[in-house]
């Protein structure tokens, strides 16, 4: 006898990007591009308009810096996305004396982006040091 066969999942792309978000719980470790797509719709925070900002701002002069410039746009938005979670579930439990675990696992993240935040914005200054510096005087042995 066979095994009656069963549904193979999701056929279309619209699907089975529906179907990978079913595990989604708050977003904030989040990496793929439909997570991040819907995390940006239920914030209201596009990426691409803080993206946007940064470069406007940072003004990257190679792709380095560009690459910089994103990391520092992609830590905004995510602290702005946690700040926003945050916000949301102080509103529910606004009664609660003691701070739940979903509450410390924000702060928890928060901390961590943070770090990564300021590790981007000081690469960023570093190279702009080294590459703002007047190369260095080669005609110093003429002037002996």
Not at 11 to 34: D, F, I, V, W
Request: glycine share 4%; aromatic share 4%.
């Amino acid at each position: 006898m066979s095994e009656p066969k069963r549904g193979g999942g999701p056929m279309t792309p619209e699907g089975k990007k529906r179907c990978s978000l079913n595990a989604l719980k708050h977003g904030l470790t989040a990496r793929s591009p439909q997570a991040l797509d819907q995390l940006a719709e239920q914030s209201g925070l596009p990426f691409d308009d803080v993206l946007a900002e940064m470069t406007r701002h940072y003004a990257p002069t190679d792709p380095v810096e560009k690459q910089l410039v994103m990391r520092i746009a992609r830590c905004i938005w995510r602290l702005s996305l946690s700040a926003a979670m945050e916000q949301r579930l102080l509103e529910r439990r606004p009664e609660a004396i003691r701070p739940s675990s979903t509450y410390d696992r924000i702060l928890k993240y928060e901390r961590l982006v943070d770090i990564h935040l300021h590790r981007a914005l000081s690469a960023l200054e570093r190279k702009r040091d080294t590459t703002n510096r007047q190369p260095p005087d080669t005609n110093w042995q003429n002037r002996l």
